[in-house]
T-cell receptor, first 117, second 114 residues
Framework: AQSVTQPDIHITVSEGASLELRCNYSYGATPYLFWYVQSPGQGLQLLLKYFSGDTLVQGIKGFEAEFKRSQSSFNLRKPSVHWSDAAEYFCAVGARAGGTSYGKLTFGQGTILTVHP | DVKVTQSSRYLVKRTGEKVFLECVQDMDHENMFWYRQDPGLGLRLIYFSYDVKMKEKGDIPEGYSVSREKKERFSLILESASTNQTSMYLC?????????????FGSGTRLTVV
């Protein structure tokens, strides 16, 4: 079965600083990978996704993520954080067709980002 | 834009009550999902559906059931609510079964069982 681990429950950064949120997955082949963001009181919004090809993917709001097969990781990065980026971030993994978990996304525990002025 | 609407933002129910959480999407998506969200546990899949009248168990289906009589509506039912079902419930839909189009989420229903 697929699984996702986000090792950091809570991260605090200063506005303007760089950001990296960690995500490690467990899956037997190359999975589909996603990052979602949840602002307070809202549902989740898709930031970016990886299926295949270029391992560095660009998303909305200036975010990017890099797929590293050797490390089973899909870390989210942003070069300069804005106060409006404060939210909870979720990494998710999906199985490819033929897998027993096909069609289901499995989410990590989430990382809460606090931004100090 | 696809919109996923959950009928209630907040609900308070008593232990033992039968509870219905409603979710409607307006873009003809085939696939719909119910997750519950708890601090430190992330989102956990309760049930999902790929077609009308079709349902499949997710990772934590115990104590829940679902109904999908129409394509646009996916209801989550708590047959006999218990305090350990106090949680945030999120509905989502997607056009493509793999989810590679990205799920569209509703704003959630925060259920408190007293």
């Amino acid at each position: 079965a697929q699984s996702v681990t986000q090792p950091d429950i809570h991260i605090t950064v200063s506005e303007g600083a760089s950001l990296e949120l960690r995500c490690n997955y467990s899956y037997g082949a190359t999975p589909y990978l996603f990052w979602y963001v949840q602002s307070p009181g809202q549902g989740l919004q898709l930031l970016l996704k990886y299926f295949s090809g270029d391992t560095l993917v660009q998303g909305i709001k200036g975010f990017e993520a890099e797929f590293k097969r050797s490390q089973s990781s899909f870390n989210l990065r942003k070069p300069s954080v804005h106060w409006s980026d404060a939210a909870e971030y979720f990494c998710a993994v999906g199985a490819r067709a033929g897998g027993t978990s096909y069609g289901k996304l499995t989410f990590g525990q989430g990382t809460i980002l606090t931004v100090h002025p | 834009d696809v919109k996923v609407t959950q009928s209630s933002r907040y609900l308070v129910k008593r232990t033992g009550e039968k509870v219905f959480l409603e979710c409607v999407q307006d873009m003809d998506h085939e696939n719909m999902f119910w997750y519950r969200q708890d601090p430190g546990l992330g989102l956990r899949l309760i049930y999902f559906s790929y077609d009308v009248k079709m349902k499949e168990k997710g990772d934590i289906p115990e104590g829940y059931s679902v109904s999908r009589e129409k394509k646009e509506r996916f209801s989550l039912i708590l047959e006999s609510a218990s305090t350990n079902q106090t949680s945030m419930y999120l509905c989502a839909s997607s056009l493509i079964r793999s989810g590679t189009d990205g799920y569209t989420f509703g704003s959630g229903t925060r259920l408190t069982v007293v």
